[in-house]
Structures are given as structure tokens and as C-alpha cells.
């Protein structure tokens, strides 16, 4: 049986959606299979190896360090040299597609690093239908060579939830939707603005993790703003999730969605922009709006808070749907995707 090994960079990282993802299917795959997780050396959690750190470890350590193995990279980067014997999982075609959410060495790097990994036979994978055919178009490849695996949602149940991040922030049960997201720019929330607004008219919130600036809700003219949380614990998010009215998810561009995954986890009813690849997360389990339109957001929200019933629908919905993404599925799918060994 030819061994695994896993790209362990993503362990010297902050946290994202993308870290998140590397962590899930590296756990899950150790289940499966014995795997080695390669990192660069002063991070605990791995072997570490070689002497360098960040790029330079992945392209020069790194190859040097594998034995044999087939190389997994679960975070849009790759050594080189590996060639055909790995595979990478690029999560989206951002780079190319909303370049405005980069600075201008990242993007460079990334689209001539996604280019030459087509070139040079890495086994490339991604996490939606929507980022294949993205990432085809922009590499001028065919999309069958991208295989396509899901993630996965129960993380958020796995630590207790922290009630205590509402009394924290002045947050009542049932009386504030939740928005999660940074402040890229494909992320749109600077469409929350009409959102707030109509929740104060009701006596609600809107509580924004992530976003440290509550003067990005606050509508032209002024008037009530959002409670900014910041950056919120699992534990904090979970509670979150469970208690709100529901997740509001203005992005207009995703590769996947892992916000709206984990709130149909957790229960919460999602309403969010019809764009990227949430639609394959969600399904017929959320509200649409269109991203391009403010007045539809406040329109599927009103509907949310008037309509009733609505939201126990979209709540039962929600974590039906959300049981068809784990993340033992998608280290059986990417077991599945590997490059066949070579000699």
C-alpha cells in the first residue's frame, strides 16, 4: 500500500475556513488510512522537518522529506518538484476571479503556482461543482481533471457551546441574526447596512463576527449600527448559531460556504446570496437573495421575521440537509481522488 503523507503547513497558519478544512480531513483520514503529517519545524501537532518556514519549507523541504509517499495538500499550494505524485485541493479560482480581495504579490504567486501545478500533473481537487468549472476556466483545462470532494459540518457540535458570549455582547435569544465573515471584499458585507437597519426598527441586532468595525452596517445617513463581536471562540460560535434568528450570508463569491454548513448544523435557519457554491451547500434549505440587489436581502428577511412557521421550516431543513456533509464523506472521497501510485 503506498503511503500518505500530508502537507502540514497549514498548521503554522492563522485559523480560516481553509485551516479549518486542512485540520477536519487530516483527523478523518487518519481513521482511514496511516498518514504522515510533514510541518515545518517549532509547530507541535506533527514531524517536523527541514529548517525553513512558509514557501520556501513547502518548495524546498518538503519533497525531500516524503519517502515515497503520496503527497496530500489540503491548502491551495504545493511543492513543485512533487509533480504527479500529490494531489492539492484549491478551494476556489479567487485569485482570478475576485482579484480585488488580494493584494497583488499573493495573487501573483497563486495564479502562476495553480498554473504550473496543472502543467507539471499534480492530481488537483477542489470542493464544489461552482470552483471546478471556475478553476478549469481560469487554468484552461478541462474540468475533468478537477475532482470534487464536500466538507463537512459537525465540528461545530464537537465543543459545548458558550451562552455566555450573549450576555457578553447584549444579545437576546431569537432577537438578532448572525453575520460571520471577514472584511474581503467578495464577502459583501457592506450589503448588512439595509439589514441592520429593519432589525433595530424591530428592537433586534445584527451581530457581526469577525468584523471588528460596526461603522461598516451603519446605513449612509447614519442611524443604528450592528454589534461587531469579532473574532468569537467554536465554542462561542456554536451558541451563537443555535441562538440566533438566523445566519445571514451576503457573500458573492464562495468556493464552498462553510458558514452556512455549519449554521444548518447548529439549527439556524440561513438566509444568503444566491451566488457561488452556496446554492450546493444549501439547496432548498435557505432563503435566496441577490447580492447585486439590497432590497431582496431585506425582502427575505422580512419575509423570515413575519412569516410564520418559516423559520421552524427552514430550521428542520437546514439539518437534514446538513447531514449529507461530514467530514468522514470527504476523506472517503479524497482517498478516492488520489493519484493511482507510481513507480
Known amino acids: 500500500m503506498t503511503g500518505l503523507a500530508v502537507n502540514g503547513r497549514y498548521l503554522a497558519q492563522g485559523l480560516t475556513g481553509v485551516q479549518r478544512f486542512a485540520g477536519e480531513v487530516t483527523a478523518a483520514l487518519a481513521l482511514l488510512r496511516p498518514v504522515r503529517l510533514?510541518?515545518?519545524?517549532?509547530?507541535?501537532?506533527?514531524?517536523?522537518?527541514?529548517?525553513?518556514?512558509?514557501?520556501?519549507?513547502?518548495?524546498?523541504?518538503?519533497?525531500?522529506?516524503?519517502?515515497?509517499?503520496?503527497?496530500?495538500?489540503?491548502?491551495?499550494?504545493?511543492?513543485?518538484?512533487?509533480g504527479r505524485r500529490q494531489a492539492v485541493v484549491i478551494h476556489d479560482a479567487g485569485v482570478f476571479d475576485t482579484p480585488e480581495s488580494y493584494s497583488l504579490p499573493f495573487r501573483l504567486w497563486y495564479r502562476f503556482l495553480h498554473h504550473a501545478l496543472a502543467r507539471t500533473?499534480?492530481?488537483?481537487?477542489?470542493?464544489?461543482?461552482?470552483?471546478?468549472?471556475?478553476?478549469?476556466?481560469?487554468?484552461?483545462?478541462?474540468?475533468?481533471?478537477?475532482?470534487?470532494?464536500?466538507?463537512?459540518?459537525?465540528h461545530v457540535l464537537r465543543i459545548p457551546a458558550d451562552i455566555a458570549v450573549l450576555e457578553k455582547h447584549g444579545l437576546q435569544p431569537g432577537r438578532y441574526a448572525l453575520a460571520v465573515g471577514s472584511r474581503a471584499a467578495h464577502k459583501n458585507l457592506d450589503a448588512l447596512r439595509d439589514a441592520a437597519a429593519l432589525l433595530a426598527e424591530r428592537g433586534m441586532h445584527l451581530a457581526a463576527a469577525g468584523a471588528a468595525d460596526p461603522a461598516v452596517f451603519r446605513p449612509a445617513g447614519g442611524g443604528p449600527g450592528a454589534v461587531a463581536l469579532g473574532r468569537v471562540t467554536d465554542a462561542e460560535l456554536r451558541a451563537l448559531y443555535e441562538n440566533a434568528l438566523c445566519l445571514?450570508?451576503?457573500?458573492?463569491?464562495?468556493?464552498?460556504?462553510?458558514?452556512?454548513?455549519?449554521?444548518?448544523?447548529?439549527?439556524?435557519?440561513?438566509?444568503?446570496?444566491?451566488?457561488?457554491?452556496?446554492?450546493e451547500v444549501c439547496g432548498d434549505a435557505a432563503l435566496w437573495f441577490d447580492s447585486a440587489v439590497p432590497s431582496t436581502l431585506t425582502d427575505a428577511l422580512r419575509r423570515l421575521l413575519d412569516e410564520p412557521g418559516l423559520a421552524a421550516t427552514l430550521r428542520d431543513a437546514g439539518l437534514a440537509r446538513a447531514k449529507n456533509f461530514t467530514w468522514a464523506r470527504a476523506a472517503e472521497t479524497l482517498l478516492r481522488l488520489l493519484p493511482e501510485p507510481r513507480a
Not at 507541535?44 to 496530500?72: H, K, N
Request: aromatic letters at 4%; a neutral charge; charged letters at 15%.
Open 38 to 82: 510533514l510541518t515545518p519545524p517549532g509547530v507541535t501537532g506533527g514531524i517536523a522537518i527541514g529548517s525553513r518556514s512558509g514557501q520556501a519549507w513547502e518548495q524546498l523541504d518538503l519533497p525531500g522529506a516524503l519517502s515515497g509517499d503520496v503527497l496530500i495538500n489540503l491548502g491551495n499550494t504545493a511543492p513543485l518538484r512533487v
Open 248 to 279: 445571514v450570508f451576503p457573500s458573492r463569491y464562495e468556493g464552498f460556504g462553510l458558514p452556512p454548513l455549519e449554521a444548518m448544523t447548529c439549527g439556524c435557519p440561513v438566509i444568503a446570496a444566491a451566488s457561488g457554491a452556496v446554492p
Open 121 to 154: 500533473g499534480a492530481r488537483l481537487i477542489t470542493v464544489s461543482e461552482f470552483s471546478r468549472g471556475r478553476i478549469a476556466k481560469n487554468l484552461h483545462i478541462d474540468p475533468s481533471r478537477i475532482g470534487v470532494m464536500p466538507e463537512g459540518g459537525e
